[in-house]
């Protein structure tokens, strides 16, 4: 049966006219926090202005990359079986004692257009890395990093271990109050702890300047016509590029095609995705510096509170305290220091 709540003490023992009269900051802040609309992350801009931009470049290098596999693989199918499975003009050819057109010699025309194909792929792979690097939450990234960071996001996946936005904080607010109460020389922490949001934008610019770029500056492949000039008719005595094309004739049509897109690859990840790790790595290892920093501290006033007696100062002078500690004991004891 349910128990009964006692009417005799129905509120806890506080003093008057504290429930109901909270600070209208406090509940507009609050407010703010239930609608998602506290936070921002500074980047988000500049990632969704680079994503674009990696969108944009995958789906030209998709049309490419169909193009070129399908001739590719096309070119195959013609060297395969010793020769049979030729185009009627590389028979013909042969047939007049023409060079150039076996089997043998379509094997080369279908490894020029493959090798810029197989370009291609390698450099959509780089972009698609990228990209996952500073859109996919779920892992420990760029895109988890910011969002932490900013306090757009409150708590890592279950296995990642990060401070969020508000342990950021408190960190920065309990070093440099504990460093004013030490008289320490002043050090602005926040530039250390959320450095990638003051600086990001800085790395993802010079990615947008490299990503602008155009990776296909050399040409595209369908305006050259290769699956039509490899299958032509043969004309007796034709000459230049009247012939049929074979790879002396093809390899300098398509090979220029893969220069920008090796170029455009380049910087991607060992430049680009490297600077957004320095980025994380940076921040992180100012947390950890800040946090031991903040632990030696407290422990340090936790000696200068069993150094007051000496009786509780002996174990430091006779027992555990190194010769270095002693000496400071011992300046301090006799007055020589504060």
Same mark, same amino acid.
């Given at each position: 049966m349910p128990i009964d709540w006692s009417t005799e003490h129905p509120n806890p023992n506080f003093p008057e006219n504290t429930f109901g009269s909270e600070a209208t900051h406090v509940k507009n802040i609050y407010g703010f926090l239930l609608t998602d609309l506290a936070y921002m992350n500074p980047l988000a801009d500049d990632i969704a202005t680079m994503v674009a931009r990696i969108d944009a470049v995958q789906a030209l290098l998709a049309t490419e990359m169909s193009a070129s596999l399908a001739d590719a693989n096309t070119f195959a199918g013609y060297a395969a079986g010793g020769g049979a499975n030729l185009p009627q003009g590389w028979i013909d050819a042969t047939n007049d004692q023409v060079t150039g057109y076996t089997s043998a010699d379509m094997s080369p025309v279908s490894s020029t257009v493959m090798s810029y194909?197989?370009?291609?792929?390698?450099?959509?792979?780089?972009? +698609? +890395?990228?990209?996952?690097?500073?859109?996919?939450?779920?892992?420990?990234?760029?895109?988890? !990093?910011? %969002? =932490?960071? *900013?306090?757009? $996001?409150?708590?890592?996946?279950?296995? &990642?271990?990060?401070?969020?936005?508000?342990?950021? /904080?408190?960190?920065? /607010? *309990?070093?440099?109050?504990?460093?004013?109460?030490?008289? &320490?020389?002043? +050090?602005? !922490?926040?530039?250390?702890?959320?450095?990638?949001?003051?600086?990001?934008?800085?790395?993802?610019?010079?990615?947008?300047?490299?990503?602008?770029?155009?990776?296909?500056?050399?040409?595209?492949? *369908?305006?050259?016509?290769?699956? #039509?000039?490899?299958?032509?008719?043969?004309?007796?005595?034709?000459?230049? %590029?009247?012939?049929?094309?074979?790879?002396? &004739?093809?390899?300098?049509?398509? $090979?220029?095609?893969?220069?920008?897109?090796?170029?455009?690859?380049?910087?991607?990840?060992?430049? @680009?995705?490297?600077?957004?790790? +320095? @980025?994380? %790595?940076?921040?992180?290892?100012?947390? $950890?510096?800040?946090? !031991?920093?903040? $632990?030696? &501290?407290? =422990? #340090?006033?936790?000696? *200068?509170? @069993?150094?007051?007696?000496p009786y509780y100062a002996y174990p430091y002078v006779g027992v555990f305290g190194t010769p270095d500690l002693n000496t400071i004991i011992q300046q301090y004891i006799d007055g020589e220091i504060d």
């Open positions: 194909y197989n370009n291609l792929v390698a450099l959509a792979a780089d972009l +698609t +890395t990228l990209k996952n690097y500073v859109t996919v939450i779920d892992l420990d990234n760029f895109k988890l !990093h910011m %969002e =932490l960071t *900013s306090g757009v $996001d409150m708590a890592p996946p279950p296995g &990642i271990i990060k401070p969020n936005n508000p342990a950021l /904080m408190a960190v920065v /607010m *309990s070093l440099t109050e504990l460093e004013n109460r030490f008289g &320490i020389t002043f +050090t602005n !922490h926040f530039l250390g702890i959320f450095g990638t949001l003051f600086t990001g934008d800085v790395t993802i610019a010079a990615a947008q300047t490299d990503l602008d770029t155009d990776p296909l500056s050399a040409g595209t492949y *369908s305006p050259l016509g290769i699956a #039509a000039g490899v299958t032509k008719p043969y004309v007796a005595g034709a000459t230049g %590029e009247d012939v049929i094309w074979n790879n002396p &004739i093809v390899a300098p049509k398509v $090979d220029p095609l893969s220069v920008p897109v090796n170029a455009y690859k380049v910087p991607i990840i060992p430049t @680009h995705q490297a600077a957004l790790i +320095t @980025h994380i %790595e940076d921040d992180m290892a100012y947390y $950890d510096e800040c946090v !031991h920093k903040i $632990d030696q &501290i407290v =422990l #340090a006033y936790g000696i *200068s509170s @069993h150094i007051q007696d």
